[in-house]
T-cell receptor, first 115, second 112 residues
Framework: DTAVSQTPKYLVTQMGNDKSIKCEQN?????MYWYKQDSKKFLKIMFS???????INETVPNRFSPKSPDKAHLNLHINSLELGDSAVYFC??????????????FGPGTRLTVL | GQNIDQPTEMTATEGAIVQINCTYQ??????LFWYQQHAGEAPTFLSY????GLEEKGRFSSFLSRSKGYSYLLLKELQMKDSASYLC?????????????FGKGTKLSVKP
């Protein structure tokens, strides 16, 4: 059984398009995250979200918006895609953020290529 | 701000022991994670340290010194499958306390 799943696995699109990446977790976790891993393999937090609070990394452009239809899903919408958005995007989940010590489980990643 | 440093690359021999160091400077430090990431795959959890000292888990051990802002991951009896990137990540108290702040990772190559 897949704990954290993402679709699509690969996404190739043109500059200026709007796209979405879906994430689902079946672990019953309260908190979900989106990370971006660039070409140098540097993994950086974009958002964390639970049913109470959305925390946005201040460096993330407002073209990126997370949307959570329910506790098990956190989708990532990207408007007006730019070349620099090309990266691997990882979704993750954890039981809770309290204390900051909960293990995060990562999805398989979505490789986004913007042409 | 925060700063997390780890070596970019390391090479070791199958069967040997390797130590991957991580130093950090961050306000509101809470705890430190180590993740393993094979090429083209997702990061997977290895260890979590919040108190000073050594945590042992099979062939892998992780050490933390909060006063020195220092951690290491120790891999024993290296196997070829241990070739991967090892990511040091810290968590902080405060509004974003669940968020992992990653270092740039150490790419370990295990050779026969």
């Amino acid at each position: 059984d897949t704990a954290v799943s993402q679709t699509p696995k690969y996404l190739v699109t043109q500059m200026g398009n709007d796209k979405s990446i879906k994430c689902e977790q079946n672990l019953g976790h309260d908190t979900m995250y989106w990370y971006k891993q660039d070409s140098k393999k540097f993994l950086k937090i974009m958002f964390s979200y639970n049913n109470k609070e959305l925390i946005i990394n201040e460096t993330v452009p407002n073209r990126f918006s997370p949307k959570s239809p329910d506790k098990a899903h956190l989708n990532l919408h990207i408007n007006s895609l730019e070349l620099g958005d090309s990266a691997v995007y990882f979704c993750a989940s954890s039981q809770d953020t309290s204390g900051g010590g909960d293990t995060q489980y990562f999805g398989p990643g979505t490789r986004l290529t913007v042409l | 701000g925060q700063n997390i440093d780890q070596p970019t690359e390391m090479t070791a021999t199958e069967g040997a022991i390797v130590q991957i160091n991580c130093t950090y400077q961050t306000s509101g430090f809470n705890g430190l994670f180590w993740y393993q990431q094979h090429a083209g795959e997702a990061p997977t959890f290895l260890s979590y340290n919040v108190l000073d000292g050594l945590e042992e888990k099979g062939r892998f051990s992780s050490f933390l010194s909060r006063s020195k802002g220092y951690s290491y991951l120790l891999l024993k009896e290296l196997q070829m499958k241990d070739s991967a990137s090892y990511l040091c990540a810290v968590t902080r108290y405060g509004g974003s306390q669940g968020n992992l702040i990653f270092g740039k990772g150490t790419k370990l190559s295990v050779k026969p």
